[in-house]
């Protein structure tokens, strides 16, 4: 029976086929020889018929009911990121790709970037190619968080750089975190008939193995908020909080903000990196070592008031 060429039918396969019989209470028989669930499976959990979920994942039918797509993700163990992507291929809306295909920054989001000059920030689009960026982010990721790079192919030159360093004795569990996430990103977020989707898609798949078993599993989920480590040169490592929020007036374009917590080695190297950007002069490490030694000076002197 061949596989479906509709990306519903293809998701629905994925998914069914990682979900376990233990995950959903069905006994595992010994002669079982399909990975995940059975379509008939599938079917009685959604309560519809097997013939009709069997037409869905072929393909023979493309719009199943608000309904039926409810039934499905929860058949399929789906969160409401799972729920959501479902509902967006059962309910395709062309004409969202051509509003898509600008990859222009409006001026008033331009200008807030502009302002933030001490909150590395970025603007990426559905396909994480990186469109805008202030000073500040190129700053802490140059080459990275520039305007024309994909973070996703950066995150894999990354990971292969530091796997050589190492000599490809193993690789930093938080890349490979970094990577699930933006593929389910892309995921979520990219048009599948998008020409550019397909060459970023084609391309690492042709490069990684890792990425085509990652693809294949049809994760979907938005970026949102997380902890990235990042060597910032010339002061090493350090760990900054970010967050994506979707841009209300320009459909399928995201902003990225970079923070750190109030008072730790982080915030003191983004201070210095501001503070060089505007005014020059000494240079970024000795005023970073300046501004550790005042913080400590100044926790000591609160510590000396409390005893």
Known sequence: ???????????????????????????????????????EEVAARADISPEYYLRIEQGRDRRPSEQVVRSLARALLLDDNGLSYLSRLARPRPYLRAVRASTGVSDSVTRL?????????????????????????????PGVLVPGTNLLEAAYDELTMTTLMHDATGHDQGDEQMIREYIAALRFNGDPHDARLQDVVGRLSTRHLSFRRIWAEYDAKPLSAGVST?????????SLT??????????????????????????????????????????????????????????????????
């Open 1 to 39: 029976m061949s596989v479906s060429s509709s990306p519903l039918g293809q998701f629905l396969r994925a998914r069914r086929e990682l979900v376990q019989p233990e995950d959903v209470g069905l006994p595992r028989e010994a002669a079982r020889r399909v990975p995940g669930l059975r379509r």
């Open 113 to 141: 970037l502009e302002r933030w000059k001490q909150t590395p920030a970025a603007v990426t689009d559905a396909n994480l190619d990186v469109l805008a960026s202030n000073t500040m982010a190129r700053l802490i990721a």
């Open 230 to 238: 990042m060597l910032i040169e010339p002061f090493g490592t350090v």
């Open 242 to 307: 970010w967050q994506t929020l979707g841009i209300p007036l320009s459909p399928g374009q995201f902003l990225t903000t970079y923070m750190a917590e109030r008072g730790s080695r982080a915030a003191a190297v983004l201070d210095t990196l501001s503070s060089s950007a505007s005014s020059g002069g000494e240079s970024p490490m000795r005023r970073l070592e300046s501004a550790l030694v005042l913080r400590g000076r100044d926790r000591e002197a609160r510590d000396e008031r409390a005893s």
